[in-house]
């Protein structure tokens, strides 16, 4: 297989990661915001439990999509990061608030970094405010700036960017982009909670609740998104109707999120976590094969953008020698916190 | 200010902001470890309580440097994308393996902060050996980065100046990676213990008795000690590496404008550069040529072997160079007066004097650290990778430069100041828990 294949499969495979992983705690932040009802202290509660031990990890994923973006496809990056200044440095504000907020929420006042932190204090609360907003914002952003990218209204000609600084990513179909990200991500992390919250019936009903309510806008979400590709990013579109693959994809798609919806309303959590993840991977999936080769719809490929050859090289060396030392890692740090149960948590090592 | 001058005052200011984090996420871990293994060898339970205390510390801090050094490598794009497009496969490789370094760190200081019960006490305490460890490599790979924009090495360019190709591993290894290595580890190592020792030394004077905040103050000192008398050392390596490999980033931080034998060190003083000369300095004779060639009559060159606009900002240069040198010379000289006081006495020196000294010195380190870094950065302009690529030519075409840099300037005073009021609310309750009734079942 080419490097240049491999090396835009492992931006795929760690932007999969980032979304199933932080992805879900950009939604546990939805789901704080949004907490409401008599248990509303004990959501919250639940959700900074289930956040805390591994969201610092969660995130270096997206550092991994940056580092080999720029090394492997410099002259994507480049103009990426040119015409998406503004959507760029909106999501890293959001980053830095969450990432900051949820730190000194945490570890704010005499309460442990490992035990119950009680929410009464009113600086715990100001914190919380901004970090869920700030969840709520990161992933509408990177949403957006994914449906710039396959607009096709960014435009490189001899190595200068076109297409203004605005338009491309805010417009309708960024827009619905943007929000079914907001949307799955929030489906993701209800979904993990209701296995993290077992011990716990009447928080599990709450996020079902909450899952289900996300599933469906999720869904809801992509048909937006679907009808307004034919105007908003039309060699997407191509791409999403004209493929082999295509129908076959969206079929198994479709197929995972009824799966995942009906395995919420019977209970069967552990089955839900798995079926949403795979949903997840599926729309993901879905993008990026309906935009291959492209970068950067419509001038930039895996083809034209890559880095010398010998960088390409040396790049997947340095991954295949860092994956047997990361992995094993991952692996100590879920089974630490997510499976040896014990105070109701349990939760998310998807990815596989 | 220019547009160019907005985007590099949002990347200093970024980077300015992220190096203190940077630092502690470096160093901190590894005083929480050296805590931990003296709580397992002695079961003492001020040391379960310091390296607890600590462990929250890195909690905080590296948390906002997580964020901070994510914001940096989207910066690294959104500011300088031509610099990016053309050497992001050169730089990559080292950033890279730092990614997997940082990766490292974090799942380790999760297991740490929030593992103390899951896990046993043996896989607790090298998880947080791993997170020292790999805070360190961090920095490691980091700083290869930076030695290759001061000297690359590895690449081919035609007469004109253009990049015709490169070798990624001998731009890795570029040849300032050596000296700036062991100065940038022991940087972190000594403004970090230096910082806790002011913090403990102040605790101790309000209170004489506490166990914990003397050892606390025993441990800052020795790591900070030695690194405060190491660093003089690597600084003199530096700079008679730097007067062979970069002599214009020596001959701008020395503010050494012409070039002959029995070059003058000036200390202090403002550099003039259209009047090339420095104004209010004390004047060594030979001292430079000393300092850069241990010969006092050796030839140094000096500004005026090079173009004009080719020169770095001489005056801050020199300002910076000057603090950098004043604030180590001051850390070594306490560390040595704390060495003797401590051989003298057999015990950790208290008077009440020398604590105020102590506390007194507690920002001399984070000064040293970012006068040092503002050397090496200034000291390289008007270069992004000196003698290739000018910072000028490599700035982004995007037109409204000066709002992200209020954004960000806004957000980062905004954050700073929080973590300053959070580290004193846990220093404050601290002191009081220490002052508090002793711990239960005191284990011997």
């Known amino acids: ?352 | 200010m220019t547009p160019l001058l907005y985007a590099r005052a949002q990347m200093g200011l970024s980077l300015a902001f992220h190096i203190v984090f940077a630092a502690v996420g470096i160093a901190l871990p590894l005083l929480m470890v050296i805590a931990d293994v003296l709580w397992i060898r002695t079961r003492d339970r001020d040391y379960l309580t310091l390296t607890k205390l600590l462990a929250k510390g890195t909690g905080i801090l590296f948390a906002v440097g997580a964020v901070s050094g994510t914001v940096l490598s989207f910066e690294l794009g959104l500011l300088w994308p031509t610099f990016m497009g053309t050497f992001g496969p050169v730089i990559g490789l080292p950033f890279a393996l730092e990614g997997f370094a940082f990766f490292t760190e974090a799942i380790f200081l999760g297991i740490y902060l929030y593992g103390r019960d899951r896990v046993s006490e043996r896989f607790h305490l090298f998880a947080g050996i791993v997170v020292a460890a790999s805070g360190a490599a961090s920095a490691f790979f980091v700083t290869l980065v930076n030695a290759f924009m001061n000297q690359p090495a590895g690449l081919t360019v035609d007469g004109a100046g253009h990049l015709l190709g490169f070798d990624p591993i001998a731009a890795m290894w570029s040849p300032p990676w050596r000296h700036q290595v062991v100065h940038v580890l022991l940087a972190s190592y000594q403004a970090t213990a230096f910082a806790m020792i002011a913090i403990h030394a102040a605790l101790l004077l309000r209170d004489r008795t506490s166990g914990l905040h003397r050892k606390a103050l025993s441990i800052a000192l020795a790591v900070g000690g030695l690194a405060a008398v190491a660093q003089p050392v690597s600084g003199d390596a530096s700079a008679k590496a730097i007067a062979r490999q970069q002599p214009i980033k020596l001959a701008g931080a020395e503010a050494h404008f012409v070039s002959g034998p029995r070059a003058p060190l000036e200390i202090g003083g403002f550099a003039d550069a259209d009047r090339r000369r420095v104004d209010g300095a004390i004047r060594i004779p030979g001292g430079l040529s000393f300092l850069a060639f241990n010969d006092l009559d050796a030839p140094v060159t000096g500004l005026d072997a090079f173009p004009r606009d080719e020169w770095p900002p001489v005056r801050e240069l020199h300002l910076a160079f000057d603090a950098m040198v004043g604030t180590g010379t001051a850390m070594a000289a306490i560390a040595l007066l704390a060495a003797a006081l401590a051989l003298r006495r057999r015990a950790l020196p208290d008077a009440r004097w020398f604590l105020r000294l102590l506390v007194a010195s507690g920002p001399l380190g984070l000064v040293a650290l970012e006068s040092g870094w503002l050397v090496t950065e200034w000291g390289r302009q008007p270069w992004i990778v000196r003698g290739v690529l000018r910072t000028a030519d490599a700035v982004t075409t995007f037109p409204y430069k000066s709002a992200p840099f209020w954004l960000f300037t806004i957000t980062y005073l905004f954050l700073a100041g929080v973590v300053v009021y959070l580290l004193w609310r846990q220093i404050v309750s601290s002191h009081h828990a220490a002052a508090a009734a002793p711990e239960p079942g005191r284990a011997v």
């Open chain 1, 1 to 352: 297989m080419p490097s240049e294949v491999l090396l835009g499969g492992v931006i795929v495979v760690a932007l999969m990661l980032y979304v199933l992983l932080a992805g879900a705690d950009f939604g546990g932040g939805v789901w704080d915001l949004l907490a409401f009802g008599p248990r509303r202290a004990r959501q919250r509660q639940a959700i900074e439990h289930a956040i805390g031990p591994i969201w610092e990890a969660n995130h270096v994923w997206l550092i991994l999509v940056v580092v080999v973006s720029f090394t492997a496809f410099p002259a994507a990056f480049a103009a990426l990061s040119t015409a998406l200044h503004v959507p760029l440095t909106l999501f890293l504000g959001g980053v830095v608030f969450r990432g900051s907020a949820f730190a000194f929420r945490s570890f704010d006042g005499g309460a442990g970094a490992s035990s119950g932190t009680t929410r009464g204090d009113l600086a715990q609360r100001r914190w919380g405010w901004i970090f869920s907003l700030a969840s709520l914002i990161s992933p509408l952003l990177l949403g957006m700036t994914v449906g710039a990218i396959a607009s096709g209204r960014i435009r490189v000609t001899g190595g200068l960017v076109e297409g203004g600084f605005v338009r491309p990513w805010l417009s309708l179909f960024p827009i619905a982009v943007g929000l079914y990200a907001l949307a799955l991500c929030a489906f993701l992390a209800a979904t993990y909670l209701c296995v993290e919250v077992e011990k716990d019936p009447e928080l599990q009903w709450d996020f079902r609740l909450r899952a289900f309510a996300a599933g469906i806008a999720v869904g809801g979400c992509a048909l937006l998104a679907f009808l307004l590709s034919g105007s908003g990013a039309p060699l997407i579109r191509d791409g999403l109707t004209r493929r082999p693959w295509t129908w076959p994809l969206h079929g198994t798609t479709a197929i995972i999120a009824i799966g995942a919806l009906v395995a919420l309303a019977r209970a069967r959590f552990r089955l839900a976590r798995v079926l949403v993840a795979l949903q997840t991977i599926a729309i993901l999936a879905g993008w990026v094969a309906s935009q291959y080769p492209f970068l950067l719809v419509p001038d930039l490929t895996i083809w034209n953008a890559a880095a010398p050859r010998e960088t390409r090289i040396w790049l997947l060396i340095f991954l295949g020698a860092g994956i047997p030392v990361l992995v094993p890692s991952l692996v100590v740090l879920f089974r630490v916190f997510k499976l040896s149960g014990g105070g109701g948590e349990k939760a998310p090592e998807h990815g596989q």
